[in-house]
């Protein structure tokens, strides 16, 4: 008899729900409408390609001399590190795949070369090369918990830079009001993206006081070296008080603009994903509790913390709106 070990983070289906089961009605119905698509059988990892490829070479990562950089103290934690391997096999990027499993389909992720645009309000719209940039900004180490929307939970050092350090050096007009962010669209190496009826590419945004707020990282670096694939190289965000969805992988594009942009799981489903998805354990998700989490890696479950332990930095920016669920979904 074939008997599968779970491993203590592997969490049972019924108990977190993945954010892929309730689509909204327009999404399910497009879905269906592609009878012919589902025959074609987009699944992650291949059963043929078991090599584990989690850190990227050298050669294919030219970043990789630049880590480890000194960690910040400002930023500590009251819990134990995840285990490595943990945070870079179990990850949600659905790009390559509507599981946790992707971290080897993700090597299909090419890094180099990767451009970023700056545009819209800005004061010169431009593209510059990750490397480059990278050059550019001021990097260190952060110790962040990471807060799942699905309840599960983990601690892990990004390294990096601040997020309004880009900010600064975009020189945003005054008009500017958010920052919206954009993943890579290219269905050839990232199957999940085939699945049309999802709204491609994967799109993030913050107000500019959020992106400026202290907390907001770029993360392009973890545990010491370049972010791996599946993880979200070269860059993706760090909001340690927002729910996890927030932190947009593998980012292309920054755009300032004056109105507020609709995120992709918002576009899938608003009443659950919203614009702001603040972690607080009292407002519950519409379909489970939002009061305690998984911790990965232990099997053991911990209250959730208001802003994910981080109100001291954040909750004035919220002052005035506390009443409004919408700002914890
Ligand atoms: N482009 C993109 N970014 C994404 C996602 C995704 O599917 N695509 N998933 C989000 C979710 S739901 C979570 S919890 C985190 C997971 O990050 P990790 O795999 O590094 O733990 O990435 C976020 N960023
Ligand atoms: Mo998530």
């Not at 962040?144 to 601040?162: D, I, L």
């Not at 669209?185 to 994967?202: E, L, N, V």
Request: include cysteine; glycine fraction near 6%; aromatic fraction near 14%.
């Amino acid at each position: 008899m074939f008997i599968k070990k779970k491993r203590g983070w592997e969490i049972p289906d019924a108990q977190v729900t993945d954010e892929s089961v309730y689509l909204n009605r327009r999404h399910v119905i497009r879905g269906l409408a592609a009878s012919g698509f589902l025959a074609s059988g987009i699944s992650g990892a291949s059963p043929l390609f078991h090599s584990r490829q989690s850190w990227a070479s050298p050669s294919e990562d030219p970043s990789a001399v630049l880590y480890p950089v000194k960690r910040n103290e400002r930023y500590t934690v009251d819990r134990p590190l995840t285990d490595e391997e943990d945070a870079i096999t179990y990850n949600n990027f659905y790009e390559f795949g509507s599981h946790k499993k992707i971290s080897d389909a993700a090597q299909a992720l090419k890094i180099r070369p990767w451009m970023v645009k700056i545009d819209g309000l800005v004061e010169k719209e431009q593209e510059i090369d990750i490397d480059t940039l990278l050059k550019k900004m001021p990097l260190e180490e952060r110790v962040y918990r990471h807060r799942c929307v699905e309840a599960w939970s983990m601690t892990v050092p990004y390294s990096g830079f601040a997020l309004k350090d880009l900010v600064a050096y975009a020189k945003p007009l005054s008009k500017a009001k958010y920052l919206r962010m954009e993943t890579f669209k290219d269905d050839t190496m990232a199957p999940g993206q085939r699945q049309f009826w999802y709204p491609w590419p994967y799109v993030e945004g913050l107000t500019l006081a959020e992106a400026t707020n202290d907390l907001s990282f770029i993360a392009t670096g973890l545990y010491g070296k370049p972010i791996p694939k599946q993880n979200g190289a070269p860059l993706r965000l760090a909001v340690p008080w927002k729910y996890g969805f927030k932190h947009i992988k593998s980012i292309v594009r920054f755009t300032f603009t004056e109105e507020r942009p609709v995120s992709f799981w918002e576009e899938i489903q608003s009443s659950e994903y919203g614009f702001w998805a603040n972690v607080n354990p009292e407002v519950a998700h519409p379909r489970w509790s939002q009061a305690t989490e998984e911790v990965l890696g232990t099997g053991k479950r911990v209250p959730t913390l208001p802003y994910n332990g981080y109100g001291e930095f954040v909750a004035d920016l919220y002052k005035g709106m506390e009443g409004q669920e919408t700002l914890y979904r």
